[in-house]
């Protein structure tokens, strides 16, 4: 597939480059550039998968886009600059053509098992119609100007040369230092919500689910920056916000195929009481209030747990 046709565009710099090695010490701008640019790389692998109707293809490029939008929110402020909006809308849009889908790939594999074949019907009807509206936008001439002005942002943006002394501090100051104030903030803000999480709605709920996936994506990301000894320490705080995240995705898909299958009704009638499951939410809450439980009284990460910044050569 060409990729001045219908294929994706390439990065429009570091195309050849390998990402680098994050640490402690180095620039968020440098830092930033990184790891920015190994989610991209990952949304870019995976299009020509997700066009033919790959669903595996298609989660991993969602989940490497939350990746990428994860960092872009990680280095706010210091990447906040007059384009920003723009590429933020831009991804948004994109992550709203793959969410469709992705929710009807979710739905109907809860409702294939004792389904009558006129729902299974109307359901692959409107999942084919999905995929051929999501494989048209990632064909597009959109797709192709999202893909180039996102790198282009992301390897000389605005940002990147603004001279106002605050401007230059944050894009000099050390990784770790900015990594251990966001993650400690970002930590602090889920775990406050999440003691009222038997109270939330559903909305509320997503939310929480949405600062539990930043929270996880950005140790993700940061895994190069910690000492051997300190693997086992986030490694378990990995293990809880996972185990949280997965209970608030499950919850999430089942709001969201009730949604869809509400919209099916008037075709097939009471469809959405498949998703419809009171012992099953009451278990999904407490699996996750349990992980969230288990967080609170693990040793957050501290300064200490970052690998040393090695030694200069001579």
């Given at each position: 597939m060409s990729s001045t046709a219908t294929g994706p565009a390439k990065p429009a710099a570091g195309r050849n480059a390998r990402p680098g090695r994050l640490s402690p010490g180095m620039a968020c701008d440098t830092a930033f550039r990184i790891i920015a640019r190994r989610h991209l790389a990952a949304v870019l692998a995976q299009h020509d998968g997700t066009c033919r109707g790959d669903p595996d293809a298609l989660h991993q490029i969602r989940i490497a886009?939350?990746?990428?939008?994860?960092?872009?929110?990680?280095?706010?402020?210091?990447v906040d600059d007059a384009l920003r909006p723009k590429v933020w809308a831009e991804l948004k849009w994109l992550n709203s053509q793959l969410g469709m889908v992705r929710d009807l790939d979710v739905a109907i594999e809860r409702v294939v098992a004792g389904a009558e074949l006129a729902e299974?019907?109307?359901?692959?009807?409107r999942r084919d119609e999905s995929h051929r509206l999501l494989a048209r936008a990632l064909r597009s001439a959109r797709y192709r100007r999202l893909v180039e002005q996102t790198s282009s942002w992301i390897e000389g943006g605005p940002w990147s040369t603004r001279r106002s002394k605050e401007a230059i501090r944050l894009r000099r100051g050390p990784l770790a230092d900015h990594a251990m104030a966001q993650l400690t903030d970002w930590e602090r803000t889920l775990l406050k919500k999440a003691r009222k999480l038997r109270k939330l709605d559903v909305e509320k709920r997503h939310k929480l689910r949405i600062l539990n996936k930043r929270l996880t994506y950005s140790i993700e990301?940061?895994?190069?920056?910690f000492a051997d000894k300190s693997l086992k320490k986030q490694k378990a705080i990995l293990k809880q916000l996972r185990r949280a995240q997965k209970s608030l995705g499950q919850l999430n898909d089942d709001a969201r195929g009730q949604m869809l299958a509400?919209?099916?009704?008037?075709?097939v009638p009471k469809t959405a009481t498949r998703f419809l499951d009171p012992k099953r939410e009451r278990k999904l809450l407490r699996t996750a209030a349990t992980a969230y439980r288990?967080?609170?009284?693990?040793?957050?990460?501290?300064?200490?747990?970052?690998?040393?910044d090695p030694e200069p050569e001579h």
């Open positions: 886009l939350t990746h990428l939008r994860t960092a872009i929110r990680f280095f706010s402020p210091m299974l019907h109307h359901w692959d009807e990301s940061l895994e190069d920056l509400t919209s099916l009704n008037e075709a288990k967080l609170e009284k693990a040793k957050p990460l501290r300064p200490c747990d970052l690998s040393p």
